[in-house]
């Protein structure tokens, strides 16, 4: 069948001063800044979940100062979830012990809040239409567009409407264009229109490749007396091992809530370590299990979280567009905090393009010259020193923050695709891992409470490039790590009839890009599916 020509296709065009893609927190504060300091301009955000929101997932304890910034009064009208912190614990796990430890400099928490970054973003939401900003939810960048000298002149949203073959459905509605002078890519972690511009601009010839990890998070209900708002609990060591940089997080809320997840760094070697088991496996440790024992999940989700930091950092501004927050690679990955940096990158870009009439030209000397940058530098080698092992990692944490980081080097980041080892040449531990009773029982549990959705019949998302390569090497090699490092069971492995294929189980997607970054033979690129599918996450 001859599929529709997508350029031949009649759409309609919307115009803007400045379009931006994303309503995450660096979205968000770049609208709202942007019509602070000037009310004349049109500004759109538009975001590919149903909800503002729906994707966010974080931690988070956000550090206010920057929301102080760009909203002055917010504590009289604060986000829905929003608990001060109040006492932080750090500690070692061992299988069945664990050890107190002093709270590393960079993660005392007092003075900042546990919030839902999910809650928080609805709730800014509305503060930026207030000031006429235009938001549109459901709305998937597909593409970017470019003039005749390749300069980004806005987005293409995608259509709506296209069966799995690319035929178009009853109710096909072509994507509407939306022209802008400039474009702000705020797409979060592994944005895929900001991988494609990174290519197209070789904004990345001066930096080292970026870093990432995985977080897992769910969200409980517990007895309201086991709950004390405000701690914040932080742990290394097992289910982990040495040669793994991994991490858990648990946060007291309101009502009987908690919040918690597990890190794993997306550069591990065990081609068999599967991050969605180290999480459930640290939940059920016994420093953890009794808090949870009876108590319900309300919601869960993964997301990619960006951690090549201060090297990894690529050129960000390019002709008609730039990159803010996450997009850009701007977390602190010991404070495990990147919402007070997005926010920052968000009023500083707005401020760069009141003052250069909307061109981006000279937004990445202005960022790198920012306290936004510096933060980064006194930081830069902590999380490269882990790829040497646990013990040489923290050893070096010591010296870099007795120093303040001014060692006269800068170790380097390689690609996380090509950390994984061969099977054959990797002898995976023991995992001395723990028989769980806790909930979810598998990962399409998980998926159940991250409440995806997507329509079956619309094209897959995931495209694999060569899908022989899954059956044949892939499986001799690495033995089918996409079935261990996907969160959502995405990749399946099935025999049939004709031999072994790669199923693609694209429904259970909760957009979190492991794929995309983990991929030994880097054949998966992770696209927009139709505009508002996906998470629906709550309070996440």
């Not at 991988?195 to 897992?216: E, M, T, V």
């Not at 940096?341 to 500083?348: C, H, V, W, Y």
């Not at 380097?412 to 769980?436: F, G, H, M, Q, T």
């Not at 495209?463 to 490092?485: A, H, L």
């Amino acid at each position: 069948m001859s599929q529709p020509d997508p350029n031949a296709v009649e759409r309609d065009v919307m115009e803007y001063d400045v379009v931006t893609v994303g309503a995450g927190p660096a979205g968000l504060s770049f609208a709202i800044r942007l019509k602070q300091l000037n009310p004349e301009l049109s500004v759109c955000v538009i975001e590919k979940a149903s909800t503002i929101g729906a994707h966010i997932l974080s931690g988070a304890v956000i550090e206010p100062g920057p929301l102080d910034a760009l909203l002055p009064n917010w504590r009289e009208n604060p986000p829905p979830v929003c608990v001060p912190a109040k006492e932080d614990e750090f500690w070692l796990l061992t299988h069945e012990g664990h050890r107190r430890l002093p709270i590393p400099p960079g993660m005392h928490n007092h003075g900042n809040f546990i919030v839902s970054l999910g809650a928080m973003c609805a709730w800014l939401a509305p503060q930026a239409e207030a000031l006429g900003v235009e938001i549109y939810p459901g709305f998937a960048a597909a593409e970017t567009l470019h003039d005749d000298s390749g300069a980004v002149v806005g987005v293409r949203i995608g259509d709506m409407g296209v069966a799995k073959d690319g035929s178009h459905k009853p109710g096909y509605t072509p994507g509407i264009d939306i022209r802008a002078k400039v474009t702000v890519l705020a797409e979060g972690a592994r944005g895929h229109l900001t991988k494609r511009l990174i290519k197209q601009f070789k904004l990345d010839a001066d930096s080292d490749p970026q870093g990432y990890s995985i977080g897992i998070k769910e969200l409980w209900q517990v007895p309201e007396d086991r709950v004390t708002p405000g701690k914040i609990v932080h742990s290394f060591g097992w289910p982990a091992d040495n040669a793994i940089y991994g991490g858990g997080f648990l946060y007291h809320l309101d009502k009987g809530r908690i919040a918690l997840g597990y890190v794993s760094g997306l550069d591990y070697k065990d081609p068999e370590y599967k991050p969605w088991e180290a999480f459930q496996q640290w939940k059920n440790h016994p420093l953890f299990k009794p808090l949870l024992e009876g108590g319900t999940i309300l919601s869960a989700g993964a997301r990619a979280i960006v951690t090549g930091g201060y090297q990894s950092l690529p050129k960000i501004d390019m002709p008609g567009a730039l990159l803010i927050g996450d997009t850009a690679g701007l977390l602190n990955v010991p404070k495990i905090k990147g919402t007070h940096q997005a926010i920052r990158s968000g009023m500083l870009a707005a401020e760069h393009l009141v003052a250069s009439q909307l061109s981006p030209k000279g937004f990445d000397a202005k960022l790198r010259e920012s306290n936004i940058m510096a933060e980064l530098k006194k930081v830069r080698n902590i999380k490269p020193g882990f790829k040497r092992g646990l013990w040489f990692g923290i050893l070096n944490s010591a010296w870099e923050t007795v120093t303040g980081g001014l060692s006269p080097w800068t170790l380097k980041n390689k690609p996380d695709w090509c950390a994984l080892e061969k099977v054959a040449d990797y002898e995976s531990p023991k995992r001395d891992y723990i028989d769980r009773t806790l909930a979810p029982r598998d990962r399409l549990q998980g998926v159940y409470y991250a409440a995806t959705e997507h329509d079956e019949d619309q094209p897959v998302h995931l495209k694999v490039r060569d899908t022989s390569i899954c059956v044949t090497r892939c499986v001799e090699e690495y033995d089918n790590p996409c079935t261990r490092f996907c969160p959502a069971g995405v990749y399946e492995i099935v025999q049939d009839e004709a031999g072994k294929r790669l199923q693609i189980n694209a429904a259970n997607c909760v957009h979190c890009k492991t794929c995309d970054i983990k991929d030994p033979y880097e054949i998966i690129d992770w696209v927009t599916p139709e505009g508002g599918s996906g998470p629906n996450y709550q309070n996440l």
